[in-house]
T-cell receptor, first 113, second 113 residues
């Protein structure tokens, strides 16, 4: 059974710092991996989608990498801002792609001005 | 282009009652998935519908059911509500093709008293 783990569970950093959020998964037979952001009490906002054949994806200040063989993904946030404060969730989709997303518990990020 | 719309945003129900939640996917998307989010368990998959057929089902009791209409709108129903059903219920839609991103709605916050 696929399990997704995100470390750390919470992180507090000063504004302007570059940071890395980690995601690991137990079964490397994934179809794709998606990073989301969730603000308190709100839905999920898709940040980046990485296909299993890709090594990384970039969007603005965000860069996500994928090492399928080691079961790891990282989300790099450059020059963090207070508006980046949120919970970041990693999710994998297995096998053929017509399977549900399996989520980690998330990393709660606080960026202090 | 409108996003995923969930209604209502908030609900308060009494134990033993039933409830119906609604999700309108992004126009053109035929896949709708439902997830339950609680502080203790995180995001857990309920079921997925594609072209009016249930394609996947999570490990939830039969009190949780769903359906999808010909216009791809989906509803989920929870009968005989229990206190433990209090959660944020999230709906996600995807377009055709397994590589596409999942887009989530703002969720329905259900409180059972």
């Amino acid at each position: 059974k696929q399990e997704v783990t995100q470390i750390p569970a919470a992180l507090s950093v000063p504004e302007g710092e570059n940071l890395v959020l980690n995601c690991s998964f137990t079964d490397s037979a994934i179809y794709n991996l998606q990073w989301f952001r969730q603000d308190p009490g709100k839905g999920l906002t898709s940040l980046l989608l990485i296909q299993s054949s890709q090594r990384e994806q970039t969007s603005g200040r965000l860069n996500a990498s994928l090492d399928k063989s080691s079961g790891r993904s990282t989300l790099y946030i450059a020059a963090s801002q207070p508006g980046d404060s949120a919970t970041y969730l990693c999710a994998v989709r297995e096998y053929s792609g017509n399977t549900p997303l399996v989520f980690g518990k998330g990393t709660r990020l606080s960026v202090i001005a | 282009k409108a996003g995923v719309t969930q209604t209502p945003r908030y609900l308060i129900k009494t134990r033993g009652q039933q409830v119906t939640l609604s999700c309108s996917p992004i126009s053109g998307h035929r896949s709708v998935s439902w997830y339950q989010q609680t502080p203790g368990q995180g995001l857990q998959f309920l079921f997925e519908y594609f072209s009016e057929t249930q394609r996947n089902k999570g490990n939830f009791p039969g009190r949780f059911s769903g359906r999808q209409f010909s216009n791809s709108r989906s509803e989920m129903n929870v009968s005989t509500l229990e206190l433990g059903d209090s959660a944020l219920y999230l709906c996600a839609s995807r377009g055709i093709g397994s590589s596409t991103e999942a887009f989530f709605g703002q969720g329905t916050r259900l409180t059972v008293v």
